[in-house]
C-alpha cells in the first residue's frame, strides 16, 4: 500500500492511526519474526522520564542480544537494503506510544519502534523532546528505529533523522528535496551507524531493519502492518487520505 498524505487529516486522527500501527507491529513481531526470548510491547516512554526508564531497564555499558550466531539476520552476510548508510563521527559530541522490544533473560530493553507524530513536530521544544529522547537510548545502548512520515517543517527542517544525526556529527545532512519523509534504523552507541530510507507520498514501505546487537537483525514488515493499520480507521478517513 502506497503512503498517504496525512497532513490532509487532523493530528487526533492520526494519533488514532499511530496507536493502531504499534499494536499491528507489536503482534507481528511476536508472531514468530523474532529469535527466542525476545518480545515486543507497546509501552509509553516520553519525556525527561526516558533516560530514567532506561537506566533501570538497560544495560549500561553494552548492548545485549542474541549470540554473533544465533537468530536474525547477520549483517555482514545480509547487509540491510536501503538507500543509506551512515555513521556518525565523534566530532559532535565531546514520546506517545512505542513499542519497546525486550528480552526475557531480565527483560532488558534491547530496542525501541518509534512513529513520529504532528506533536512531535507542531513546535520546537517537542522536536528536541523527541531528539533528546532518540540520543538517549541510543547512548544507553538500545537500538532505534523511526518512521517519519511526515514532511518536514520549520522545526525539523531536514526531518527528524537529521536532528538525531546533528547530535552526534557536525556534517550537514540533505534531505532529497522529492523524498521527504524517512526511515531510518540506528545501531547503538556513540558513534551511531544508521541505516535510512527516504521516500515520498505514494511510495511503498520496504522491510527496515531492526537491530537486536551491533551484528544481527530482523526486518520489519512496515508495509503490511501500515496497511492493517489504515483499514481499520473509519471509511470517510480513508476515503479522504485516498483522495488524488
Known amino acids: 500500500m502506497p503512503v498517504h498524505d496525512w497532513t490532509k487529516i487532523d493530528s487526533a486522527t492520526f494519533h488514532a492511526f499511530h496507536t493502531a500501527w504499534i499494536m499491528h507491529l507489536s503482534e507481528t513481531l511476536n508472531d514468530g519474526l523474532f529469535p527466542s526470548g525476545y518480545y515486543a510491547l507497546p509501552e509509553q516512554h516520553a519525556g525527561s522520564r526516558i533516560a530514567d526508564v532506561l537506566t533501570f531497564q538497560s544495560p549500561p555499558t553494552e548492548s545485549v542480544g542474541p549470540a554473533s550466531d544465533e537468530g536474525g539476520l547477520a549483517v555482514a552476510d545480509a547487509p540491510p537494503k536501503t538507500q543509506r548508510r551512515l555513521t556518525a563521527s565523534l566530532a559532535r559530541r565531546s514520546l506517545q506510544r512505542t513499542l519497546a522490544i525486550r528480552h526475557v533473560s531480565g527483560h532488558q530493553v534491547i530496542a525501541l519502534l518509534e512513529i513520529v507524530s504532528p506533536a512531535n513536530k507542531d513546535r520546537r521544544t517537542h522536536v528536541e523532546d523527541f531528539v533528546d529522547k532518540a540520543e538517549a537510548?541510543?547512548?544507553?545502548?538500545?537500538?532505534?528505529?523511526?518512521?517519519?512520515?511526515?514532511?518536514?517543517?520549520?522545526?525539523?527542517?531536514?526531518?527528524?533523522?537529521?536532528?538525531?544525526?546533528?547530535?552526534?556529527?557536525?556534517?550537514?545532512?540533505?534531505?532529497?528535496?522529492?523524498?521527504?519523509?524517512?526511515?531510518?534504523?540506528?545501531?547503538?552507541?556513540?558513534?551511531?551507524?544508521?541505516?535510512?530510507?527516504?521516500?515520498?507520498?505514494?511510495?511503498?514501505?520496504?522491510?527496515?531493519?531492526?537491530?537486536?546487537?551491533?551484528?544481527r537483525y530482523i526486518q520489519v514488515p512496515m508495509g503490511i502492518t501500515y496497511q492493517a493499520a489504515f483499514h481499520g480507521l473509519p471509511s470517510f478517513v480513508r476515503d479522504r487520505l485516498n483522495e488524488t
Open 137 to 215: 537510548v541510543l547512548l544507553r545502548n538500545v537500538h532505534l528505529l523511526i518512521a517519519d512520515l511526515l514532511p518536514s517543517g520549520k522545526h525539523d527542517p531536514c526531518g527528524i533523522h537529521a536532528a538525531i544525526r546533528e547530535r552526534f556529527d557536525d556534517e550537514p545532512y540533505s534531505l532529497p528535496p522529492d523524498q521527504p519523509l524517512t526511515l531510518a534504523s540506528y545501531i547503538a552507541g556513540s558513534e551511531p551507524i544508521a541505516y535510512v530510507e527516504h521516500l515520498a507520498v505514494g511510495a511503498d514501505l520496504i522491510e527496515m531493519p531492526l537491530f537486536l546487537n551491533p551484528d
